[in-house]
């Protein structure tokens, strides 16, 4: 250490004359007969650190796709937030655009294709009931059978009656009463629709059949009044909802559920059926059904209500008519019936 320090003292290491002139070259200080030969240090440049490694550690698939989706995400983001940066009008645009690209609401109806085709057609409804033998549905050129439910006039019930008319499709008889082959088109009023669920409802006036009783009772000691058909509003509890039954081998003693109208009207068919009608009634279709219980308290539920077996009724012509209305329900009534297909008058 001392001699470190004598060292110091008696050797500068810069010339202030000397280092200006040509710091680079090597220089000789004499100071007290000691020579002393100074070098400048050539330093080199630390080294470079390396290039990262281009080789990516193997990923199992789960962690694969987890790094993808939040690339995905980031990028996504990115671009949300330069859109952002833009003007206001085209970020709107910009916004709107991503929004018709997800896709529009797709309405689905809950149809099939060919109930769906069913139900945009229109129908005439024809009456033909039983055959004189008894045994099968007479036939829809029946001169017995040319009958056809159309509205009427005012009801007592508040409603449209129901009456019966020619039907469109029996062909033109001259003077001679020989048919001529032609059938006439049908009218507006003549034409009925199937609703999905099970109404019939008249294309121009927009109401359904409705079963309603013929006038206001006359006092407790009163004979009941009887019930008649007529056309009221669809949402009303009175609306009939009917399901259809085809017969077997043509027989009216063997027949085969159908369910809702527009399954029996579906396909190529332009006289459909014949099939046998009647109104679905779960328990006796004129008894109230009383909801029981007098709180909705969670404590104070009652037992969920069986629910009723169904039953049925079948419905056709009246000819005394009552309440101007000549359609009424009869379990002795054959509810054999055709449906005519027609496109609907624009």
Not at 32 to 44: A, L, Q, T
Not at 50 to 74: M, V
Not at 136 to 143: F, H, I, N, Y
Not at 238 to 257: D, S, Y
Request: proline share 9%; hydrophobic share 30%.
């Amino acid at each position: 250490m001392r001699f470190y320090a004598f060292w110091l003292s008696v050797i500068p290491l810069f010339h202030e004359g000397a280092s200006s002139r040509n710091p680079s070259r090597s220089f000789t200080i004499d100071h007290n007969d000691h020579p002393v030969v100074v070098r400048p240090v050539d330093i080199p440049p630390s080294p470079k650190p390396p290039p990262p490694s281009k080789s990516r550690p193997k990923l199992t698939p789960g962690e694969y796709s987890h790094r993808r989706l939040l690339q995905n995400r980031g990028n996504a983001t990115s671009a949300s937030v330069k859109a952002s940066a833009s003007k206001t009008s085209s970020r709107r645009t910009s916004s709107y655009r991503t929004i018709a690209s997800i896709g529009k609401p797709k309405q689905v109806s809950a149809l099939s294709p060919e109930q769906e085709e069913a139900y945009k057609k229109g129908y005439t409804l024809q009456f033909v009931g039983i055959d004189s033998n008894g045994v099968e549905p007479r036939d829809q050129m029946a001169l017995e059978a040319n009958q056809c439910m159309i509205p009427g006039n005012a009801s007592e019930g508040g409603g449209i009656g129901l009456t019966w008319g020619t039907c469109p499709h029996f062909a033109e008889k001259n003077k001679y009463g020989v048919p001529t082959g032609k059938a006439k088109d049908p009218k507006i009023e003549q034409l009925w629709q199937f609703t999905i669920d099970g109404k019939v409802r008249h294309v121009q006036l927009g109401k359904c059949i409705r079963r309603v009783k013929c006038g206001e009772s006359g006092g407790p000691f009163a004979p009941p009044r009887p019930y008649v058909y007529d056309l009221g509003f669809c949402d009303e509890k009175g609306a009939i909802k009917v399901t259809l039954w085809e017969a077997r081998a043509n027989m009216a003693a063997k027949t085969l559920p159908i369910g809702n109208a527009l399954n029996g009207v579906q396909g190529t068919c332009l006289a459909c059926g014949p099939f046998l009608m009647q109104q679905i009634c779960k328990g006796p279709c004129d008894t109230v059904e009383v909801t029981t219980g007098w709180t909705k308290m969670p404590t104070s539920y009652t037992v969920k209500k069986e629910s009723q077996e169904k039953d049925y009724l079948r419905f056709g012509p009246f000819k005394d008519g009552l309440c101007k209305s000549y359609v009424k329900d009869e379990d002795a009534i054959p509810s054999w019936w055709y449906f005519h297909k027609y496109d609907i008058p624009k």
